[in-house]
């Protein structure tokens, strides 16, 4: 059985390839999946930027942004959640949604948790790829002492 698995998703097709494969395959069962997304805190510094620029807001209101894009991906999270959990024939499910760089919050997570495991695509978009692995997916592999499971999920041109 694995004891704790760590599945970080970006939403993307090859995310969810990734959890089909691994149920195709996996016959055993997982005490706990911890689904994770990760608010990309420089995409959030952009949108922000161009929101108070056009808006000329007050502070308070951008800290709004921020809680309202926790609670989306916190109900994206919640929507995936049986589904996931189904698949990975998981007894525990737990969601975390962080704001931060996804990879290093990814490698934090993966401690602060104690998983025994993290299961990642190799690439997140679908189709060719020139890259041998998605960037998120590189630098969590570089940086992680965890083992780590990677699907491949594109096709090599
Ligand atoms: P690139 O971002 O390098 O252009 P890509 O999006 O195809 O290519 P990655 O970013 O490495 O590849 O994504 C691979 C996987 O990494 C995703 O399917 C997901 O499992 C994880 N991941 C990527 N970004 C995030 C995020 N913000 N939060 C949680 N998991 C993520
Ligand atoms: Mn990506």
Do not use: W
């Amino acid at each position: 059985m694995f004891r704790k698995i760590l599945f970080p998703t970006d939403f993307s097709e090859g995310a969810m390839r990734a959890i089909q494969r691994f149920n195709r395959d996996n016959q055993t069962e997982v005490g706990e999946c911890v689904l994770l997304h990760v608010i990309d805190e420089g995409h959030l510094e952009d949108m922000i930027a161009g929101y108070a620029y056009i808006y000329r807001s007050e502070e308070s209101e951008i800290k709004n942004i921020e809680k309202k894009l926790i609670e989306k991906a916190k109900k994206e999270l919640e929507e995936r959640a049986e589904k996931c959990k189904g698949m990975m024939k998981a007894k525990n499910l737990k969601i975390i949604v962080r704001i931060g760089i996804p990879h290093d919050e990814i490698v934090k997570v993966a401690e602060e948790e104690n998983v025994s495991l993290i299961l990642m695509p190799s690439h997140g978009k679908l189709g060719f790829s020139h890259e041998f692995l998605g960037s998120t997916t590189m630098r969590v592999l570089r940086k992680t002492k965890k083992p780590m499971l990677i699907i491949k999920t594109h096709k090599e041109e």
